[in-house]
C-alpha cells in the first residue's frame, strides 16, 4: 500500500478513474470524495470510486485535483490550510502554466507538496458515470515538476500515476501546453465549431440525419464537457490563439486550390497529411 488515505477533488472522469486505478491496484487504503454536486459524488460512491464523501483533504497523504482549471484558485487556496505536512498534491489539469501560477500563490510555502501532472488520456464522456479504472493504462501521464518540488514528492507522485497503469514522461510547463494547444486544444476547438456551424444550419435536421462516420469521428470531441473546455481554451489561449493563425493559413491555402481548380496542390496537400497520420499510428512501417 502507498497511501493510507488518498483525497480526489473533483470526481469525474479522471478523478473517478484515478479512484478505482489505485484501489484496484490496491495502492490506498481509502479514498475520500469532494466535488460540487452530491448526486455526482454519491454515483461515485456506488461505483467504488470512493469510499466516503468529504468535505476537505484534511489527514490525506495524497490529493488529486481533478476540477476545471479555472476552479484552481480557489481549491488550492482552501487546501493550503488543510493540507498535512508530509501530503503530496498531484493534478489532472489540462493546462500546467495557469496551473501551477495558481499553486504558488495559493500554497506559498508548501508548492514544493504540489507536483504537476497531465494525464494524456480521457474520453468525451464526463462525470463518475463514465470513471473507468483501466483508462490510464498504458497512457502517458506528463509530470512538469516544479524547482521547489524535494525529489521524494515527485517520486510519490509518479507512484501514484504509475500504480494506475500510466507511463511517465517529464516536460517544462511551456513546452507541455505548447504541444498540448496544437495537439489536443485546437481539435476541440475545430470539433465544437463544426457541430455548432452544422447546428445552426436553417436545415441542421436533415444534415444531422445524413451525417455519417467521417461527421461522427470528427465531431466526437464536441460531446466533451463544455466547462472544462471553455477553462482550457481560455487559460491557454495565446498559444491557442497563435495555432488557430497557422491553421488558418493552412486553411486559406486549401481554399486557394479550390478556387483555382488545383487538382494537384490539393492532391499534394491530402497526401502529406495522410503519409504523416500513417506514420504517427505506425512509426515502425
Excluded at 484552481?72 to 490550510?81: M, T
Excluded at 525529489?151 to 497503469?165: F, H, I, L, P, T
Excluded at 463544455?226 to 491557454?236: F, G, H, S, V
Excluded at 488545383?262 to 499534394?268: C, I, S
Amino acid at each position: 500500500m502507498l497511501f493510507r488515505r488518498v483525497a480526489v477533488i473533483g470526481v469525474g472522469l479522471i478523478g473517478g478513474s484515478f479512484g478505482l486505478a489505485l484501489k484496484q491496484a490496491k495502492a490506498c487504503g481509502h479514498v475520500v470524495g469532494i466535488g460540487r454536486s452530491r448526486a455526482n459524488l454519491e454515483t461515485a460512491l456506488a461505483r467504488g470510486a470512493i469510499d466516503s464523501i468529504g468535505d476537505d483533504a484534511a489527514d490525506c497523504d495524497l490529493v488529486l485535483v481533478a476540477a476545471p482549471v479555472a476552479q484552481f484558485p480557489r481549491i488550492l487556496e482552501d487546501l493550503s490550510s488543510r493540507l498535512s505536512p508530509d501530503a503530496v498534491v498531484t493534478d489532472g489539469g489540462s493546462t500546467k502554466r495557469d496551473v501551477i501560477a495558481a499553486a504558488r500563490a495559493a500554497l506559498k510555502g508548501k508548492v514544493g507538496q504540489f507536483v504537476p501532472a497531465h494525464p494524456i488520456a480521457g474520453s468525451e464522456r464526463s462525470g463518475a458515470e463514465a470513471a473507468d479504472a483501466g483508462l490510464f493504462r498504458g497512457k502517458r501521464v506528463i509530470l512538469t515538476p516544479l524547482r521547489e518540488n524535494p525529489e521524494d514528492a515527485v517520486e510519490k507522485a509518479s507512484k501514484a500515476w504509475a500504480a494506475c497503469g500510466a507511463r511517465l514522461s517529464r516536460m517544462d510547463a511551456e513546452e507541455h501546453d505548447a504541444v498540448l494547444s496544437t495537439v489536443s486544444h485546437l481539435p476541440h476547438l475545430l470539433a465544437y465549431a463544426l457541430a455548432q456551424d452544422v447546428a445552426t444550419r436553417g436545415n441542421s435536421g436533415r444534415l444531422f440525419e445524413i451525417a455519417g462516420a467521417g461527421f461522427r469521428d470528427f465531431t466526437r470531441l464536441a460531446s466533451s464537457s463544455a466547462e472544462m473546455w471553455r477553462d482550457i481554451c481560455l487559460a491557454n489561449r495565446d498559444l491557442l490563439l497563435a495555432d488557430l493563425a497557422r491553421f488558418e493559413k493552412k486553411l486559406e491555402r486549401m481554399k486557394k486550390c479550390l478556387a483555382d481548380g488545383d487538382a494537384a496542390g490539393l492532391e499534394r496537400l491530402f497526401e502529406e497529411a495522410r503519409a504523416a497520420r500513417d506514420k504517427w499510428l505506425n512509426p515502425s512501417s
